[in-house]
């Protein structure tokens, strides 16, 4: 069913029992927003499993040696608001030193476009491999924007890191960025006549800040 979608699955048992309890309607804001920063850094953790090493002369306090380093580009994290606030942290706790970027969007209720509000990036995009993050994946409306954004602005190295995805928003981010790595926990079923991903998780927004 979804073998023409070009994403790769984070199918780790931690992130996918975390995914599990997420998702129930009991789970709280205060466990669901822990969660998510859990979630985000073993996510984190796998994305950047390919990030190119190289060598480099140290001296530990025994004797001179040859370590690893990561080389090639820095790294920037860039979350969609409001919800994808809930995956920085979890990222930083991975990749401290990494600049944030903001973008803000919103998705019109009637119309399921995204809106933009807000959008403050580091001056060195075109430098970095940005690794946008946002829990949901719809439409794919918002995700696509925020890609279209960051390429106005300069960037060349990107990569999309969702919670739960939708068939229909992975192939949208395929078909508008198919140069742009698509990771997510999940691939759900489908989007329901109001755009939620079905089963999903609900709003994520709401969950991570109370706000249902
Ligand atoms: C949610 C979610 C994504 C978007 C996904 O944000 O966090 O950004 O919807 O839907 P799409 O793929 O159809 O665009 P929302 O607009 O609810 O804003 P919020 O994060 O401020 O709650
Ligand atoms: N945004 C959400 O927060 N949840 C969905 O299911 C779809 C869009």
Redesign the pocket.
Known sequence: MNENLKVTVIDHPLVQHKLTIMRRKETGSNEFRQLLREIAMLMGYEITRNFPLEDVEIETPVAKCTAKRIAGKKVGIVPILR?GLGMLDGMLDIVPAARVGHIGLY?DPKTLKPVEYYCKLPSDVADRTLIVVD??L?TGGSSSAALTMLKEHGAKSLILMCL?SAPEGVRVVNKEHPDVPVYVAAVDDH?NDK???VP???????RIFGTL
């Not at 999903?200 to 709401?206: E, I, N, R, T």
């Open positions: 919800a998705r829990p949901m719809a739960v989007l755009g939620y991903i999903g998780l609900g709003d994520a927004g709401d």
